[in-house]
């Protein structure tokens, strides 16, 4: 049976809950940058102009780039711009066609909005408690349950240990 896209949620936090700090990741992990890109390449990624402008205004490769301003004449070359992000998930949820994955890739502001709305938060958490200004909220065990998890150690490529989970939307 043909169903909607699924709208998911990709993340990687501090034990902290601590996601970015002055525009950028506080940690480089170059595993879960290369888990970042198997978990999303081939979907639409829907992101915050200032995620956006942290890509340094490149379109991810390989995938379909929406990013949400307030500022109607915002300009991203190669990505599609959205004012509302319901408009947004939906042209993202179209995109991706019926049994597809859409991916909101943050930051902190657009999370906090459609985590309400998800089916599934793709959550690495990362062994560390750094200084930070975005935070991801914290998720609900009664809503949010675990079905998957892989940990990674820190090594030369990687700052810190981290753990990839898989949370899936309970009922
Ligand atoms: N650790 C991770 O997994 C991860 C992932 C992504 C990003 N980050 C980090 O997160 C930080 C950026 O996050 P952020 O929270 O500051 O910004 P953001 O969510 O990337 O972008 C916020 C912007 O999105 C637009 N926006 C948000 N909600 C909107 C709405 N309802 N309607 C219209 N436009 C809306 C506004 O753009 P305008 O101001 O143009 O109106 C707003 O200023 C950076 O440090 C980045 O490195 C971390």
């Known amino acids: 049976m043909k ?96 049994n597809g994955e859409v991916m909101v890739i943050g930051g902190g502001v657009l999370y906090e909005a459609a985590l309400p709305l998800c089916d599934r938060v793709y959550f690495t958490r990362v062994n560390a408690s750094p200084d930070g200004d975005t935070y991801f909220p914290a998720l609900d065990v009664k809503t949010w349950q675990l079905v998957q998890q892989q940990p990674y150690p820190a090594d030369d490529k990687n700052d810190h240990a981290f753990v990839t989970q898989v949370f899936e939307k309970m009922g």
């Open 3 to 98: 169903t909607q896209a699924k709208l998911s949620i990709i993340v990687a936090a501090g034990l902290n809950n601590v996601i970015g700090k002055d525009g950028d990741m506080p940690w480089r992990l170059a595993a879960d940058m290369a888990h970042f890109k198997r978990i999303t390449t081939g979907k639409p990624v829907l992101m915050g102009r200032k995620t956006w402008q942290s890509l340094f205004v490149q379109p991810l490769p390989g995938r379909k780039n929406l990013v949400l301003s307030r500022d109607v004449n915002f300009q991203a070359p190669a990505a599609m711009v959205f004012s509302d992000l319901d408009a947004m998930i939906s042209k993202g949820k179209a995109l991706a066609g019926a």
